[in-house]
């Protein structure tokens, strides 16, 4: 691809991964994903804003050479991880007049991460401001979302929001811009929901701060551009302040069928009482998907057999998961089965210790499930049910 002319002198540079299906060896990629980098010219100076992953480092180059840069003389680096940083080496031996402005904490980072020439490096504080001539870039420090050295980028004269992770989506897409409101919301709540979600309390901050500036255009470093950036600030914003909705999400494993009965009369259970319930069989689900429905659940309930005297592997991984993204969930139970003893609620309690919720009595049965078993889900449906009435959640 050409690079892309967003406003006069203002381009996206970047490079599209079409192939990509994995992310920090973990998060699935159904979609690919993009690494953007925009060139902003000024009347007397140039800034590049972000780099690309190091693999595609050959791309960035070519669009720097179709549009005859010869000069370089900032680098913004707004997030030191390696795919948006990872081709400034490549950039300052090219254009050895240019100097990386970060923030204090970014420096470091990108020392450790790059071993970058310290002598090439600039820190800029929040709301400060450098001049191009004719445009002003400013910038606003934003730690934690989503590592602690991260700033946005305003381009003021333009009202271009460079926003880095913040605002992202993996997808890779021919469009620069997101014209399919549908398909950008899902990707950017997957986005969110895999990477950000961690951070809500400090994302809430952020927004706020955004609002006092008028922005046109929001610009991430994955995913198509936003030109009509309200609707993905409003799905942010329900996503980090909403009260959670009438949701259970109910990730299962069953290895001889015994928690399948379970999860499907717990299923039946919840919707009879007016619950929605979003089941993902563990061993074949999407992790993402898995990840988004809890982005506006209320309970989870992990269904698993015992494995030894523990949790199942894949539902131990679905509570490590939750507790890394730490939704809003406010109730976690357990259900399953076990043959001859464990304590697989002690252990899933044990496991999510970064989220605040309340534990409801697990439903756990001695191989197939008694018509006391049944009782028992029929009294954690209501409990879920009325737990969510109570608190408002519909």
């Known amino acids: 691809m050409k690079p892309r002319e967003m406003r006069p002198g203002v381009y996206w540079v970047g490079a599209i991964d079409w192939e990509r299906r994995l992310f920090d060896a973990m998060i699935p990629l159904p979609d690919g994903t993009s690494y953007n980098a925009y060139l902003v010219r000024g009347s007397e100076k ?4 972000d780099t690309v992953d190091p693999s595609t480092s050959a791309v960035l180059a070519g669009h720097l050479d179709t549009l005859r840069v010869e000069k370089i003389d900032y680098v913004i680096a707004n997030h030191a991880e390696q795919d948006h940083s990872g081709s400034l080496p490549y950039v300052l031996n090219r254009f050895p007049e240019a100097k990386v402005l970060v923030t204090p904490r970014g420096k470091d980072m990108l020392h450790d991460l790059l071993m970058l020439p310290p ?7 929040d709301r400060e401001t450098v001049s191009l001539g004719d445009r002003t870039l400013e910038f606003i420090h934003a730690p934690w979302v989503h590592w ?3 700033m946005l980028t305003y381009l003021k004269e333009e009202r271009i929001l460079f926003t880095c992770d913040f605002f992202g989506s993996h997808l890779a897409t021919s469009d620069l811009y997101a014209r399919d409101e549908r398909l950008a919301y ?23 701060r955004i609002k006092e500036y008028s922005v046109d255009m929001i610009a991430p470093s994955h995913g198509p551009v936003y030109d009509h950036p309200a609707f993905v600030l409003e799905a942010y914003r329900s996503w ?5 909705k009438n949701i259970v999400v109910l990730p299962y494993v069953t290895m001889h069928g015994t928690t399948r009965k379970i999860v499907d009369y717990l299923n039946s259970a919840l919707m009879d009482r ?5 089941l993902f069989e563990l061993t074949s689900t999407d992790i993402g998907k898995l990840a988004m429905a809890m982005v506006e ?11 030894q005297a523990g949790l199942h592997p894949h539902a131990a991984f679905a509570v490590f998961l939750t507790n890394i993204i730490r939704p809003k969930l406010k109730f976690v139970s357990l259900v399953g089965s076990y043959g001859w003893g464990g304590r697989m609620d002690e252990q899933a309690k044990a496991m999510l210790s970064s989220i605040k919720v309340e534990f409801l009595p697990p439903v756990i ?17 209501e409990t879920i049910a009325q737990k969510h009435k109570e608190n408002g959640f519909t």
């Open 148 to 150: 602690p050295e991260t």
């Open 119 to 125: 002598d090439r490096v600039i820190t800029v504080n």
């Open 365 to 381: 049965c001695k191989g197939l499930p008694t018509e006391t078993d049944f009782k028992a889900l029929d009294s954690l449906a």
């Open 46 to 49: 140039t800034a590049l804003i």
């Open 186 to 208: 899902e990707e950017a709540k997957r986005y969110y929901a895999e990477i950000m979600m961690p951070f809500h309390v400090n994302i809430q901050r952020h927004l706020e």
């Open 274 to 278: 007016g619950v929605t319930v979003k």
């Open 297 to 307: 659940a209320a309970t989870l309930v992990v269904a698993t057999p015992m494995v």
């Open 240 to 244: 980090v302040a909403d009260p959670p």
